[in-house]
């Protein structure tokens, strides 16, 4: 695991609520929902920091992303995770702006084709959601799964999207 002490928070006003934009020396490390469970938002932040380089540029990047100007964030990331969690993570940034895939699909890329429940602990576990687009995984059927920020939240990204 990665472990840096010393994280710091911003808040931001968004189409979906307000979001919980968590920082460390490394970079972003937090997108955090409103309704996103306490046991679940790790890194949380310690401080408030209007000003930290990434969470100022993450909010910027944010802000396009919903205005529908951006498809593809550009951001120092500090996944905060097992490696198996890590690689999963890093495999939902491979998504495209627009489209799905299952969590089989994702279990197969990652080498691990019989993990699609593991695949679908490591999404919900997923630190920087709508940077890392764990909305855009979803059952095999096409069905829309749970979702740290609420099934509502995670219709609304994919419709902004234009993937539903």
């Known amino acids: 695991m990665t472990t840096t002490s010393n994280y710091v928070f911003k ?19 937090g997108v955090w929902f ?12 310690d401080e408030e920091s209007a ?13 396009e992303y919903f205005a529908g100007r951006r498809q593809i964030f ?34 197969k890329q990652v080498g691990r084709p019989s993990a699609s429940r593991a695949v679908g602990a490591a999404n919900g576990r997923n630190p920087v959601s709508i940077v890392a687009p764990c909305h855009r995984v ?14 509502d939240v995670k219709e609304r990204l994919l419709r902004l999207e234009g993937s539903i």
């Open 138 to 151: 979803v059952g095999s059927t096409g069905a829309l799964t749970g979702f740290g920020g609420g099934l």
């Open 11 to 29: 808040l931001m006003n968004s189409p979906v609520g307000t979001l919980r934009l968590v920082a460390s020396d490394k970079g972003l490390a």
């Open 51 to 63: 000003r930290h380089p990434d969470l100022v540029e993450a909010e910027r990047q944010l802000r």
């Open 74 to 107: 550009d951001l120092k990331l500090d996944f905060v995770g097992t490696p198996f969690q890590r690689t999963v993570w890093k495999a939902l940034l491979t998504i495209p702006f627009g489209q799905t895939r299952s969590y089989g699909q994702i279990a």
């Open 34 to 45: 409103e309704r996103s469970r306490p046991e679940r938002v790790r890194p949380r932040g």
